[in-house]
Structures are given as C-alpha cells and as structure tokens.
C-alpha cells in the first residue's frame, strides 16, 4: 500500500471524487444521528484506488467524532479491521499530528488534539474561550446550494462559481466570524459547546448555572452592534420574540447582558433543541411531497401566530428549522405520520412523529447578501429566500407576505430538490425581483398541481398577490394534503404576460414599439403589394375551388364505398343468419326422416346461394355424409320414384314410377329384371305377398294389379 498523500496522487477523477463524497456524507450523517458506524460497512465492495481514498477520509472522520465523543482513538484501534492498509493508518495519524490537530467537523464543532507516545490522539470541543489558531485553509470546499464538491484552485478566491449548479458565493476567514465571546464563563452561563455560526453570530450550547439547566445563547458579533441604538433595536426585537408560546416555536427565555471583551452584549436566551436542521436533514434525504406539505404547514401555523403579534421573522430558511426527533426515531422516520417506539424501561408502545420548530426568532438584524462561507466549509447566511422587497432594499416593506414568500421558496427546493432562483449575488438579486421562476412540474412531472399552484403563488412578485397571511398558506396546504380543493388559482398566461410588463416598463415599452414599427411596416407593405396580389388570389381561388370540387368528388367515392362496404358487411351478416338457421332446422329433419327437406337445405347454403360466400363447415359436411351415405343407386326410371318395396327375402326390391311402369330389381346387382307395364297413370306404391312370389302395385288410374314375380305376369285387376 503507497504512504503518498492524496495531493501525490494527482487529481482525482470525478466519479471517484462522487463516490468518496457520498460515503462520507453518509457516514457523517450516521454519526450526528446518535449511531456508531462502521468503516468497513461503507467500504463494501469498493475496489481500488478508490477504496483506499475512501478509507483515509473515513478514518479521519470516524477519529474526529470519537474525540467529540471523549474517547482516545489509536492506530491499534484500526489496524485489526485493516491489516492490508498499517501503513496509510500510521499516515493518517501522523498527518493529524503533523497538521496541529484542530480541525472542524462538518457539524461546525472545533476539535483539538492531543497526541499520545502511542500516536493516540485525545481532544476537546473548541469554545469561545479557546485561543484557536486559523484552520489551515480546504483545498475542497461543498457548495452550499447543491452540496457537490468544489476544487479549490486559488488558496483565497473572492468568489466561488459551483460547475455544478451554476450557484457562486463568497469566501471568508473563520477569524472573521470569531464570536464576540471568547470565554468559556459568561454571566451565569457555562459555554460548553459551539453548535453553530452564522453572519448574526454563534449558538452555543450552555448551562444556566443558576437554574442548572441546558438552554441555547446566542450571541451576536460585536461589529454588528457597534451603536447604542442597534443594541436597542436587537433587544427590543428579542423580547418581542420572547413573548411568543407556541409548540412550533422555540420559545425565548430571556434577552441577557453579558460581559465580553468586546464589552457589553446582549445575549438570547432559549430552549436548547437536540435535534438536526432541516438543512441537514435534507443533506441525508429527499422528503416526499406529502412530507413537503405537512412541514411547511406546521411552519406557516407557526409563522402565522407570531404574525398576529405583529412579529415578522424574516430569515426563514432550511437552516433556521429545527427538527427535533423524539428517543427511538431515526432520520429516516416519516414527517407526516405517526411512527411507533417502545419504551425501552417499560416497553410501552408509543406513537410519535418528529417535530420542526422555526428558530432565530429576533435575530433580525443580519447581512442581507449572497451565500457566505467560511474556507473550512462552514454555511454562515444565503440571499435565495429572500422576498423582491428585501431583495430591492426596501426593508421598511418587509412584512408577513415576506415570510410567506420565504416559505415559498423553502417549498420549492422541497419539491424539486432545487432552489427557485440561483447565481452571483446580482444575477440573484435581480432574478428575485424580475424573473418568474421555473414551475416545479417543468422540472418534475410527479410534483401534485395543487402544490405547484400553492407555492407560485407564494412567489408572487407583488405581495399583494401572495397569501394575505401564513395562516392561508397552512390552511391551503391543509386542503391539498386532505384532497379538497385548494382556494389558490393558477396564473395565466396572459396575466403573467401582464405582470412582467408591469415589472419591466423600460423594456416593455420599446418591445411595444418595435411591435408597433412591426405591425405599421407590414400594413404599409400589404397595400403595395394588394394590386399584384389582387389576379394571384383570384387564381387561388379558383384553384382553391377546384381542389374543394376533386375533395368532393373524393369524399363521395369514399362514402360509396364505405356504403358498399357496408352493404357488403350486412350481407355476410345476413348470409351467415341464414345458415345458421338452416344448420338448426337440419337437425329437426333429420329427426322426422324428411331427408328431402334436409337436402334442400344443404343445397341452399352451398356458396352459389350465399353471394359466393363459403360458409359451409364442419356440420354442413357432417349432414351431407349422413344423407349420403347409401349402398347400391339404382338408375332406369323416367320420372319421380313413388314407392319402393323389398321382398320378404331381400332378393328383389320393386319401384313404381310416375311413368307408369313397375320395376323389379335385384337388390345384389341392381340391374332391372322386369318392367311390368299396364297401368295408365303413375305408380303411387308396391307391396309383395308374404311368400314373395306376387307383387301388388297401386295407381293414380284407380286400379290395383297383381304381378307374378316369377313370370312377370299381370294376374289380377282391381278396379275402385
């Protein structure tokens, strides 16, 4: 396994770059849930090289956290697990020792180190009151909009534009952002642990001595309470937000004095929340678009309570969210149902849901500019949620409907995954004011219509046309989330064309201009060119009419055919009817022996009878065999056979016939061995004589003759 530092490897390609990034948000994200993961969980499979730059950034992750947990992490503790890879372990602590041991977790928490004699590493959690040397400046930084990594190629850029997203923010020195209170002992407040850093100033997790009990104090810079009447301001502020009770709403204690060295500062005093932003949340997973809804409601609940006291908060953003997880639930537990836990004592079941509360309520003065944060990566204030208003500097205008749109666009980047409006602080500001922002079904198909009305409507440009209070906002995501309809209406085209004019006059006038030159040349245009036109119309229209005449023509063939076609069709149908009926009638003549009917029937469905058609099938031919199927034809009668007769013996059969003879035939051979004649009319029928040697037959000529078979013989005459 190579010693050399990942700066000796050269650049990294981007797909290993991604997939390091990943493992380590992941990781992060575990440790700051209350877990312990394991280093080679996320390894997996992972092959070289990345494998072994994923585990020198684990590594360093997993020692920081142990020391913020106050445990001595050593090289042995490892080794174990990792036999393969001793060396780039000993260089990973050797570089932790080599580098002063401080660094800064992406939770924002300073760590400082110790190094042992057996290259264990001990530390504690930074405080104000810590004489804290500059953090050797990253080389990658995370954008703040988007989260994707970003190389850094000046050691102090101005600017930074992600390739990502297109976003670009400042940079500044961590010294820069210092809190104003560098003591671990204020006033009656035990300072144990710095939780976060803004452009306002830094939270602290602390311990009111008095009361013995773990309360939030935040603190603002020094710089930014320079006059007595912006101390006034920010305390008047902070005990107007004091007086706000409600369950979404960290409530505020007190606003304290507190000595510092830069002096006298005042201080707020709230509810110590253990939980994660929604920034952060958001850095581990999506929302679904119900969670979307049912957060921003509960949140516009709140907002609208303090808006009735005549409290405006505006900054609200993800990481001014608190999201507070009761014992037992995860990161991964929904945020619009309920989720049950058991009571680890007892092993009652219960059944929770996490809960989000606003923060920062009265920390109203701040620096109103572009995403700023500091070279170690850590987020300190962003412009993307703010309203036109403020965005134009008109603060004076700043109300409710400024945090209505606020959470417009917290909504928004729930939704999408995006925020609204992106780019330089002047590219952003003017976006806020003039551009409509992108609806989120053009960007997502699957985001409800009730929910992308509701939140363009929260972005509004004039406030006028935004919910008139939080409290409809909420009530709208209420109905939505419920299925009923909601009260807000899309915008049309034609009023959004409206409003941008409105909004852009200069711009709008001369397009109003240029389309009138437009509208004045084609009409001077069109009356020169009428004359020369005037023969060529004529011509159209004649040509016109004839293509109508051959359409015509073509449209009647057409329907003459789809009625011959037609014709055709009811034919068959009725074709196929009739032999249908036929095939049901054969089956009752042949039960009453009428094989003469059935004949007839099997003859009138043969296709020369059914316009050509082939309908006959298997029970057609079926019938036909049945009726077909005789032994011996005999042939020599001119007329129609009316009678038959066998003899007693079967030798001789008899026929009469409408030619008036009677034949006698041998039933073996079928030839004919007498014609008796001497009847005038048709023999109607025969009948031998029990002994077979005479032979009766009757006639239409009224008379019965008796026959010798033998001779042939006429032997007797019956006249009725």
Not at 186 to 199: H, M, S, T, Y
Request: aromatic share 6%; proline share 5%.
């Amino acid at each position: 396994m190579s010693g050399r530092d990942l700066q000796d490897q050269g650049p990294l390609p981007w797909s290993v770059q991604r997939l390091v990034d990943q493992a380590c948000d992941r990781f992060e994200a575990a440790w700051r849930a209350g877990e312990r993961p394991r280093i080679a969980d996320y390894l997996a499979d992972t092959p070289e090289p990345q494998r072994s730059v994923l585990l020198r950034h684990l590594l360093r992750l997993d020692v920081d956290y142990r020391i913020l947990r106050g445990e001595t992490p050593a090289p042995n503790d490892y080794q174990a697990d990792f036999q393969a890879y001793a060396a780039l372990i000993e260089q990973v602590f050797q570089q932790m020792v080599t580098t002063g041991g401080r660094r800064q977790t992406a939770a924002g928490a300073q760590v400082e180190a110790d190094v042992g004699p057996d290259h264990s590493i001990s530390g504690e959690v930074g405080s104000a009151g810590d004489a804290v040397a500059p953090v050797a400046r990253a080389k990658r930084i995370r954008c703040p909009h988007c989260h994707s990594p970003i190389q850094l190629v000046d050691d102090r850029p101005d600017e930074v534009l992600c390739p990502s997203c297109g976003s670009s923010f400042r940079l500044r020195d961590t010294r820069l952002t210092e809190t104003a209170a560098p003591m671990r002992q204020v006033g009656k407040f035990q300072l144990l642990e710095r939780v976060g850093l803004g452009a306002m100033g830094a939270v602290w997790r602390a311990r009111d001595t008095v009361l013995d009990k773990i309360v939030a104090v935040k603190i603002p810079h020094a710089t930014l309470l320079e006059s007595a009447a912006d101390r006034e301001r920010f305390s008047r502020e902070a005990r107007a937000a004091a007086q706000l009770r409600h369950p979404a709403i960290v409530p505020v204690h007190e606003v304290a004095e507190l000595e510092t060295d830069a002096g006298k500062l005042p201080a707020i005093v709230s509810d110590f929340i253990d939980g994660v932003t929604l920034r952060e949340l958001l850095a581990t997973r999506r929302l679904t678009f119900r969670e979307a809804a049912e957060l921003v409601a509960q949140v516009a609940e709140a907002l609208d309570h303090a808006h009735a006291r005549g409290i405006v908060h505006r900054d609200m953003k993800p990481a001014n969210l608190m999201l507070e997880y009761p014992a037992g639930l995860g990161l991964a537990a929904p945020l619009d149902a309920d989720s049950t836990v058991s009571d680890p004592g007892s092993g009652a079941v219960r059944r929770v849901r996490p809960r989000a509360l606003i923060m920062d309520f009265g920390l109203a003065l701040r620096q109103e500019a572009e995403a700023v944060m500091t070279l170690d990566g850590q987020i300190v204030g962003t412009p993307a949620y703010m309203s036109p208003e403020q965005a134009a500097g008109q603060s004076h205008q700043v109300d409710a409907s400024s945090d209505v749109w606020s959470m417009g666009v917290m909504l928004y980047e729930l939704l999408v995954g995006e925020l609204p409006f992106r780019g330089s602080r002047t590219a952003l500001v003017r976006q806020i004011q003039y551009d409509e922002p992108r609806a989120p079904r053009r960007i997502n198909e699957k985001v409800p219509r009730d929910l992308e009305t509701i939140t363009l409507k929260c972005l509004a440009k004039e406030r006028h046309r935004r919910y008139r209070a939080a409290g409809e906002l909420a009530a709208d995501l209420r109905r939505a989330l419920a299925g009923e309809p909601i009260h807000a209406r899309p915008v049309g085209k034609p009023e959004r064309a409206w409003r941008w004019c409105r909004r852009n006059p200069a711009v709008a006038s001369l397009t109003a201009a240029v389309a009138a030159a437009l509208v004045l040349g084609t009409v001077v245009s069109s009356y020169f060119a009428v004359q020369a036109r005037s023969q060529a119309e004529h011509a159209g229209r004649q040509r016109d009419a004839a293509f109508l005449a051959r359409q015509a023509a073509e449209r009647a063939r057409t329907e003459t055919e789809q009625e011959r076609n037609h014709a055709k069709g009811e034919s068959r149908r009725a074709y196929r009817n009739f032999y249908i009926s036929q095939m049901n009638l054969v089956q009752r003549d042949w039960e009453v022996a009428d094989i003469a009917h059935l004949l007839g029937r099997l003859r009138q469905t043969r296709p020369e009878h059914t316009g050509g058609e082939e309908l006959r099938g298997y029970e057609w031919y079926y019938w036909d065999r049945l009726c077909h199927s005789e032994l011996l034809t005999l042939r020599g009668h001119a007329g129609p056979v009316l009678g038959v007769a066998f003899s007693p013996d079967g030798r001789w059969l008899a026929s009469g016939n409408y030619d008036t003879t009677v034949k006698l035939w041998d039933a073996q051979s079928g030839h004919v061995t007498l014609t008796l004649r001497g009847h005038i009319g048709g023999v109607q029928s025969v009948a031998f004589s029990p002994d077979g040697q005479r032979l009766a037959s009757g006639s239409y000529d009224t008379t019965v003759k008796l026959w010798d078979v033998q001779s042939g013989h006429e032997t007797l005459t019956l006249k009725g």
